[in-house]
T-cell receptor, first 118, second 112 residues
Framework: AQTVTQSQPEMSVQEAETVTLSCTYD???????LFWYKQPPSRQMILVIR??????QNATENRFSVNFQKAAKSFSLKISDSQLGDAAMYFC???????????????FGKGTKLSVKP | KAGVTQTPRYLIKTRGQQVTLSCSPI?????VSWYQQTPGQGLQFLFE???????NKGNFPGRFSGRQFSNSRSEMNVSTLELGDSALYLC???????????FGPGTRLTVT
């Protein structure tokens, strides 16, 4: 069974600085997706970034980028120029790539609570 | 486009009762998944529906059930509620397989 581990329950960053959130996962599959989701205090889960395992290039979305190390099974999220609105719980998630017509379920880590200091 | 909507947003029930939660996916999305979020267990997958068929089921007791209608709207039902069922129930919709899932705001269920 696949597992996702986020070893940092809480992190803090100064506004305008850069912070990196860690995520490791365990799987025997070779083709899968990895995601970072953000859940602000309002609780609406928002997709931040997605990475497809067969793509070697790291995904980037504006101030958010990932460092995907497939061999090490590591998937970290870097937030540059941190803003107060980035304060939230961040969840790393794994999903199999299934060709059998099934969406497949997301397997989540326990989350990292990010605080942004003004 | 309107996002995923869930009703009701908050619900208080007593032990032994049953509850039905509703989820309307983004227009055009055919896949709906349900997750339970608790402080202790985190986010856990309940089930997934695609074109009215349950495609995937998580490790939850049979008290948890769901269905999907022809318009892709989905409901989940929990019978014989227990205190441990208190949680935030999140619904997520997706266009089809291998597409991103977009989450609704959740239904906060409190069982007393």
């Amino acid at each position: 069974a696949q597992t996702v581990t986020q070893s940092q329950p809480e992190m803090s960053v100064q506004e305008a600085e850069t912070v990196t959130l860690s995520c490791t996962y365990d799987t025997s599959e070779s083709d899968y997706y990895l995601f970072w989701y953000k859940q602000p205090p309002s609780r609406q889960m928002i997709l931040v970034i997605r990475q497809e395992a067969y793509k070697q290039q790291n995904a980037t979305e504006n101030r958010f980028s990932v460092n995907f190390q497939k061999a090490a099974k590591s998937f970290s999220l870097k937030i540059s120029d941190s803003q107060l609105g980035d304060a939230a719980m961040y969840f790393c998630a794994y999903r199999s790539r299934d060709y059998g017509g099934s969406q497949g379920n997301l397997i989540f880590g326990k989350g990292t609570k990010l605080s942004v200091k003004p | 486009k309107a996002g995923v909507t869930q009703t009701p947003r908050y619900l208080i029930k007593t032990r032994g009762q049953q509850v039905t939660l509703s989820c309307s996916p983004i227009s055009g999305h055919r896949s709906v998944s349900w997750y339970q979020q608790t402080p202790g267990q985190g986010l856990q997958f309940l089930f997934e529906y695609f074109s009215e068929t349950q495609r995937n089921k998580g490790n939850f007791p049979g008290r948890f059930s769901g269905r999907q209608f022809s318009n892709s709207r989905s409901e989940m039902n929990v019978s014989t509620l227990e205190l441990g069922d208190s949680a935030l129930y999140l619904c997520a919709s997706s266009l089809a397989e291998n597409y991103e899932q977009y989450f609704g705001p959740g239904t906060r269920l409190t069982v007393t």
